[in-house]
T-cell receptor
Framework: DAKTTQPTSMDCAEGRAANLPCNHS???????VYWYRQIHSQGPQYIIHGLKNNETNEMASLIITEDRKSSTLILPHATLRDTAVYYCMRRRGDTGRRALTFGSGTRLQVQP | DAGVTQSPTHLIKTRGQQVTLRCSPKSGHDTVSWYQQALGQGPQFIFQYYEEEERQRGNFPDRFSGHQFPNYSSELNVNALLLGDSALYLC???????????FGSGTRLTVV
């Protein structure tokens, strides 16, 4: 199984940047890094993915180290609605039909 | 445009019974995957369907079976229910060319 390592939980103050780390030291050259989040009682929601370049979209930024062994998801201005479990995953990018392998994720609590 | 729709939202069954869960994928998506999420855990991949056939399968016994219909909707069947089958069952859909999945809100199954 493709494995990643994330902290179990993190806190962040509302309005501040939330930086969620992920270790994927054995990632292969054709594997992307994916981030999903799951707000309580909802299905997981896609956030962002990347291969080796940094990526940004309307939700977040993804910073991948040059050696690709780790990455950081950045929520630039966290709100209370960003409280969720955040999952970092590795996934081969050669097909849109490859399953996702979820770990335990990081529980982010945004504090008022 | 409706996203992924799952039914029912909640279900209570007795040990030994059989259950069928249903999923309608997002419009334009032809691939459906099913995940099981136990309380406090990340989702675990059960299987994936496209072109009306099971294409990938996770580490689940054959009590778990599925079907995909010509309109791309899907069913998950679980026979001989065990107490340990109590979980949130998530359906995710994707088009073949896109690496992202869209998840439904899930069906909460309780086995008593």
């Amino acid at each position: 199984d493709a494995k990643t390592t994330q902290p179990t939980s993190m806190d962040c103050a509302e309005g501040r940047a939330a930086n969620l780390p992920c270790n994927h030291s054995t990632i292969s050259g054709n594997e992307y890094v994916y981030w999903y989040r799951q707000i309580h009682s909802q299905g997981p929601q896609y956030i962002i993915h990347g291969l080796k370049n940094n990526e940004t979209n309307e939700m977040a930024s993804l910073i991948i180290t040059e050696d690709r062994k780790s990455s950081t998801l950045i929520l630039p201005h966290a709100t209370l609605r960003d409280t969720a479990v955040y999952y970092c995953m590795r996934r081969r990018g050669d097909t849109g039909r490859r399953a996702l392998t979820f770990g335990s994720g990081t529980r982010l609590q945004v504090q008022p | 445009d409706a996203g992924v729709t799952q039914s029912p939202t909640h279900l209570i069954k007795t040990r030994g019974q059989q259950v069928t869960l249903r999923c309608s994928p997002k419009s334009g998506h032809d691939t459906v995957s099913w995940y099981q999420q136990a309380l406090g855990q990340g989702p675990q991949f059960i299987f994936q369907y496209y072109e009306e056939e099971e294409r990938q399968r996770g580490n689940f016994p054959d009590r778990f079976s599925g079907h995909q219909f010509p309109n791309y909707s899907s069913e998950l069947n679980v026979n001989a229910l065990l107490l340990g089958d109590s979980a949130l069952y998530l359906c995710a859909s994707s088009p073949s060319w896109d690496l992202g999945y869209t998840f439904g809100s899930g069906t909460r199954l309780t086995v008593v």
